[in-house]
Nanobody
Framework: QLQLVESGGGLVQPGGSLRLSCAAS????????LGWFRQAPGKEREGVSC????????NYADSVKGRFTISRDNAKNTVYLQMNSLKPEDTAVYYC???????????????????WGQGTQVTVSS
């Protein structure tokens, strides 16, 4: 059974950093594009970042460019999101997601992600 489990969320002060991890079980991530999404209270879920199955292509929402970095370690079947210079507006539940790769260098098929983790809360507050 395909399963994604996020970890690494928590409470951090503005300007701080967190690294989210998402471990997969029941399948290998090698042939999947991977994404991080977030949903803040009262807002729709939005795509934050994604990485292609080859790892050669990444994509970021404008709001996180230059602050967040996505990476993947296929040997560990894990995807990461390094979040630096965090702002209060980054507060949300963060979800990782996977979609079978149609092209190895694409990942920004935001509406096609079909396997989801349970989410991890990130709160940025002083």
């Amino acid at each position: 059974q395909l399963q994604l489990v996020e970890s690494g969320g928590g409470l951090v002060q503005p300007g701080g950093s967190l690294r989210l991890s998402c471990a997969a079980s029941g399948f290998t991530l090698d042939y999947y594009a991977l994404g991080w999404f977030r949903q803040a209270p009262g807002k729709e879920r939005e795509g934050v970042s994604c990485i292609s199955s080859s790892g050669d292509s990444t994509n970021y929402a404008d709001s996180v460019k230059g602050r967040f970095t996505i990476s993947r370690d296929n040997a560990k079947n894990t995807v990461y999101l390094q979040m630096n210079s965090l702002k209060p507006e980054d507060t949300a539940v963060y979800y990782c997601a996977a979609v079978p790769a149609v092209q190895t260098n694409m990942c920004d098929v935001w509406y096609e992600y079909d396997s989801w983790g349970q989410g991890t809360q990130v709160t940025v507050s002083s």
